[in-house]
């Protein structure tokens, strides 16, 4: 039996009305690669607040290096050796790449001034480690996310740490940076640290992690090896549930164009052409930074367009304006919920009805019946978990966030809905419920456009694949011709065959 | 998708005056209570009907700010200007009742006038991406200096016409028994209320104050948002203008000065949060009684005024403090 390094025993742990955390257990062993699966709201970030000492725990234990411990608070936490790496960095982007792993702990001399060349020259040390193309001297803002990712590793090196716990490290990355990243973990593990990953990607969990905690309603469900685990068997545990099928397509017959984009010129998008037919869902691949956001917010008029033709149902309508796209029927819902997808003070009912208020008033006098009446319809037929429609809405799990935010779209009954990423940060048993939605609007013959950087959900919801490389189209396949090799290959810009569907 | 509408359980707003979420969200109210309870066992003058009408006149003027003020904090702006449009629609409605302009062409044309510099200030945040704190600090300094330049630093005496005499209803009139500020007040806060509550404008303002990019990208008009808020407050301060400049028969250069804090101290208090989306129009209204009643409470219990800016300052900080443990 391998010893763990850190243990956590039937952790419990209440809120006012919640029970978050309820008998959870947690090994990380040294050398080794563990996997926290569990769907949002599984009790994945409170048990790691547990573990740093931010939230007290009501019962239960946690022993490392063989000694019952409690932290208080995440500097004590680190310092004896346990590093978390949040999904948000916490770097500060104005300084540089040194200050940023000494913040708080600057090498000083015995006058208290800060001995420059000795932290330049240790930070320096650690990004060699990590195979960082870069001197420590570099401000951090000038390196990319997945570099930034691995100044936070050199941060945890740097505290000598022994656990390193890495909270959705991913998804942000494009996945050269993922393999790099991988490449680090490995190292990382073949040295010795134990490694707590957390991950919604299940692929990465069997290329990466050595055993899987699943939690869900913050129970400890199963500690397994992954060698054991097929996807199938681990979404069950997840869930509790079997999913039959990840992505139930539905056969449709399209007819006639609905959306036509004519070489269409702004910032970020070079020349782009596509049509879209009515009761289609338009796939839209690429890798992150290729233009698709920017795009899809030109088409939605909410940035601006040089040149070229926005064309819907054969009218010209080039909106200048999101409301001038809404008020022709197209809606688009945000890939960043916190930063322009919804407004997370306000309730479910106010950011459910914000597009569609006009429909929802007498005059300028809002219809409180009316709206409270469509909002509760949407909360019951999208099934959102919510206590109640005055909920605030940041108080929801990413799921439930990004049904609001379709329905919010679906409330101004669009013609053409893009949905930007619209599973990132969701659980897998609400992704499932996402897709059966949207194939729900392609069944009533809305036309769809899905952006989104996870290729098997490109491939298996789309009936026609667009590619984006660098603010343009660089492949477009029918479902059945495309594979994620040939995206791949088009979304890095290798054009060897822009075979039209 | 939603023509498959049917009837459903009606829901209420969850900021409905004097709901159940409303009391517990409302601890100034317990506050301003508990001040007024205290303050009538130390002295057996406040709790009666002459003094509670006193109080309630004398806060107006900063309430009717403070009303405004809260449209402008609710988008996570913030208006210095008020003091001065106070003191310069003042100074413009005095100077036409001096000329006998009748009372219902010189108050509405004061009211209007206050509007257009709002609108100003409103039009320089919005189109011209400045900062609030900055674009109304120029606008409070500025108006300040028209106003002196205007009155060329002297006050302007409404005169003793029939047109002066009914101009001074404004200030120092009474209907059923009510002071006509303290009614005034009352519609100004009830049409605020409904503006935040029941129309689609109020219900943009949290949304800008909350998330201005995703109220963007919701297709609304976030700038004719911010002009709206900064118009209506600016229209506020007018009438608040004409309620001083009445009630004194005069209108001082230098009226209003520092007022934009009081206005301010007021929405903080009474739960708003300055960082936007997130307030109350009728916890204003109690954070301005908060303030008045301390003002009288102080001068009621002869403690000396320079004393009383301790006091009040540390109240409002307690206030503060108290509303963010809560959060």
């Not at chain 2, 303002?205 to 919701?218: D, M, Q, R």
């Amino acid at each position: 039996m391998k010893q763990p390094i850190l243990q956590l025993n039937n952790i419990n742990k209440s809120f006012p009305g919640v029970k978050a955390l309820d008998g959870a257990c947690l090994n990380v062993y040294p050398g080794q690669v563990m996997a926290l699966l569990g769907e949002n709201g599984a009790g994945k970030s409170t048990l790691m607040k547990v573990i740093t000492g931010i939230y007290s725990l009501d019962d239960g234990e946690i022993r490392y290096q063989d000694k019952v411990v409690s932290f208080n608070g995440p500097r004590e936490s680190q310092k004896a050796g346990i590093s978390i790496i949040h999904q948000e960095l916490n770097l500060l982007p104005e300084l540089t790449i040194a200050e940023n792993i000494f913040l708080g702990r600057e090498i000083t001399n015995r006058f208290g001034a800060i001995n420059w060349s000795l932290m330049f020259e240790q930070a320096d040390l650690l990004l060699k480690r990590l195979k960082v193309k870069h001197k420590s001297s570099t401000p951090l803002n000038e390196l990319s996310l997945g570099e930034q990712q691995m100044v936070e590793i050199a941060k945890a090196l740097s505290f000598e740490s022994k656990v390193i716990i890495m909270d959705e490290p991913t998804d942000a990355l494009t996945d050269s940076e993922v393999d790099s990243l991988f490449v680090v973990i490995n190292e990382l593990r073949d040295e010795g640290y134990g490694i707590v990953y957390i991950s919604h990607r299940l692929k990465e969990i069997f290329e990466v992690c050595d055993d899987i905690t699943v939690l869900r309603d913050g129970k400890f469900i199963a500690e397994k090896t992954v060698a054991s685990m097929d996807e199938d068997t681990l979404i069950e545990l997840m869930v509790g549930r079997r999913l039959d099928e990840q992505y139930p397509r539905i056969a449709t017959t399209h007819s006639t164009v609905c959306l036509e984009v004519k070489e269409l010129y702004a910032k970020a998008t070079h020349g782009v052409s596509f049509t879209l037919n009515h009761g289609e869902i338009l796939g839209v691949s690429g890798l992150m930074g290729a233009g698709r956001t920017e795009l899809m917010k030109v088409i939605y008029g909410a940035l601006a367009r040089e040149s070229g033709d926005i064309i819907l149902n054969g009218q010209v309508i080039n909106p200048t304006s999101s409301l001038q796209a809404l008020n022709h029927g197209i809606a688009y819902i945000s890939e960043d919920r916190k930063g322009d997808g919804l407004v997370l003070g306000l309730s479910v009912k106010d950011n459910m009805s914000l597009c569609a208020l006009k429909d929802l008033s007498k005059g300028w006098q809002l219809d409180h019946q009316a709206e409270a009446t469509s909002v509760n319809d949407f909360i019951r037929l999208f099934n959102i978990k919510t206590p109640s429609m005055d909920q605030i809405i940041g108080n929801l799990s990413g799921g439930n966030q990004q049904k609001v935010a379709i329905a919010k779209g679906l409330m101004t009954k669009p013609k053409v809905l893009i949905l930007d990423e619209p599973t990132r940060g969701v659980d897998v048993g609400a992704k499932k419920e996402i897709y059966q939605l949207i194939n729900k609007f392609k069944a009533e013959g809305m036309s769809i456009i899905l952006v989104s950087s996870e290729m098997p959900e490109v491939l298996g919801m789309s009936d026609r694949i667009l590619v984006m490389h660098q603010g343009q189209i660089s492949g477009e396949f029918s479902a059945k011709e495309a594979d994620q090799e040939k995206l791949m290959a088009c979304a890095v810009g290798k054009n060897n065959n822009e075979v039209a569907a | 998708m939603s023509s498959n509408i049917t009837s459903s359980v009606s829901g209420t707003s969850k900021r409905h005056f004097l709901s159940k979420e409303w009391f517990i969200e409302q601890k100034s109210l317990i506050a301003l209570i508990v001040l007024i309870a205290v303050v009538s066992v130390l002295n057996e003058y406040f709790f009666t009907i002459d003094n509670i009408l006193n109080i309630l006149r004398q806060t107006s003027v900063i309430a009717i700010l403070a009303a405004g003020m809260t449209l402008v904090i609710l988008t996570a702006g913030i208006d210095l200007s008020v003091g001065s449009i106070l003191a310069l629609c003042g100074a413009f409605a005095a100077s036409m009742i001096s000329l006998e302009i009748p009372v219902l062409i010189a108050v509405p044309v004061s009211l209007l006038g206050g509007a257009v510099l709002g609108s100003m200030a409103g039009l320089i945040i919005s189109k011209g991406k400045v900062q609030a704190f900055i674009a109304t600090l120029v606008m409070m300094t500025l108006l300040r200096g028209v106003t002196m330049v205007y009155t060329d630093g002297r006050p302007i005496s409404t005169g003793f016409t029939d047109v002066a005499d009914s101009f001074a209803w404004f200030g120092t009139g009474y209907m059923f028994g009510i002071p006509v500020p303290v009614w005034l007040m009352i519609f100004v806060f009830a049409g605020i209320w409904y503006l935040l509550n029941h129309t689609r404008f109020g219900r943009y303002v949290y949304a800008l104050g909350g998330n201005e990019s995703a109220t963007k990208l919701s297709g609304i008009n976030v700038d004719r948002i911010k002009i709206g808020v900064y118009s209506i407050c600016g229209l506020l301060s007018a009438l608040a203008g004409i309620i001083i400049t009445s009630r004194l028969s005069s209108a001082q250069p230098t009226a209003g000065m520092g007022y934009e804090l009081d206005a301010i101290a007021a929405v903080v208090v009474g739960g708003t949060s300055l960082a936007g989306g997130r307030g109350y129009i009728m916890g204003t209204l109690i954070g301005a009684l908060i303030i008045g009643v301390l003002n009288n409470a102080l001068n009621l219990l002869d403690v000396s005024s320079y004393f009383q800016m301790i006091v009040k300052a540390a109240v409002i900080l307690l206030a503060v403090l108290v509303d963010n443990k809560n959060k």
